[in-house]
């Protein structure tokens, strides 16, 4: 009995790998197994291009990548024309180009007030390097998806001297003056915000009252508007001659 049960495992066993081999041996491999390439699988059927039956699996992701790096940018040529608050343009001033971490590229107006910057990258913002004219505004911002012309107005350089006095007349110490153009002073240029808001257009008056501005622009309209505690706020308009305008602001108590 034990016999005739050994003799049908063992049969079994024989029959079951006959059945392996008939199934899996590979006429072209020695030893007759089938050995499982990765390359040939990924090479597709007959060494040929991978099966596009899979699916597509998008691009390649960089490992390397990630989201705080900026796009790349090809570089791009940014033009632009300079004018003055009169629409003449202004030959032979630096423009530039400012930006956190990007090379400051400048380029100078022609006769007609034009300039050209060649950038790595079309970003950041535009700004005169200059010490005679003063930027009020215009197409500053670089937009990396735009190619048109920057337009920027600019005014002289003009000086501004004055005091704040009181109802009667003493000096009003650590009053904020500040220095407002026209608000409308671009819209002959079709640009409807206001001259930029300069952070030297702010002082607060000495001791003895006293204000001063050596970074004015030079142009008609031009406004000192006063500010201190207890004292209604005022406003006085600035005359230029030969390029300075003095004025005395008096501040009357708040009612």
């Known amino acids: 009995m034990h016999d005739s049960l050994r003799k049908l495992l063992v049969g079994g066993l024989l029959l079951g790998g006959l059945a392996y081999f008939a199934l899996v041996r590979d006429q072209g491999s020695p030893d007759g197994l089938v050995l499982f390439d990765l390359r040939e699988a ?18 390649a992701l960089d490992a390397t990548a990630t989201l ?36 400051a590229v400048e380029s ?18 535009l700004e005169l390097a200059e010490s005679e004219w003063i930027l009020l505004g215009g197409l500053r911002h670089i937009d990396p998806l735009s190619s048109d012309e920057h337009v920027l107005v600019a005014a002289p350089r003009g000086r501004v001297a004055g005091k704040v006095v009181d109802a009667q007349g003493r000096g009003v110490a650590d009053a904020l003056v500040r220095l407002s153009p026209p608000a409308d ?22 001791a003895e009252g006293a204000f001063r501005f050596d970074q004015a622009p030079l142009m008609g309209g031009v406004t000192v508007d ?12 600035l005359a230029f001659v030969d390029g300075r305008a003095e004025a005395t602001v008096r501040l009357s108590p708040q009612q």
């Open 42 to 59: 990924e090479a597709g059927p007959e060494g040929g291009e991978p099966d596009a039956s899979a699916g597509d699996a998008g691009p």
């Open 68 to 103: 705080d790096e900026p796009l790349p940018q090809s570089p791009r040529v940014v033009r632009g024309r300079l004018a003055d608050v009169e629409g003449a343009p202004i030959a032979l001033a630096r423009v530039r180009r400012a930006h956190p971490y990007l090379p």
């Open 108 to 125: 100078r107006t022609d006769e007609l007030g034009q300039f050209e910057l060649n950038l790595d990258a079309a970003r950041g913002e």
């Open 185 to 206: 002073a671009l819209v002959p240029f079709g640009i409807a915000t206001p001259p930029i808001d300069l952070e030297s257009w702010r002082v607060w008056t000495t």
């Open 226 to 237: 006063v500010e201190h505690p207890g004292s209604t706020p005022a406003q006085a308009p």
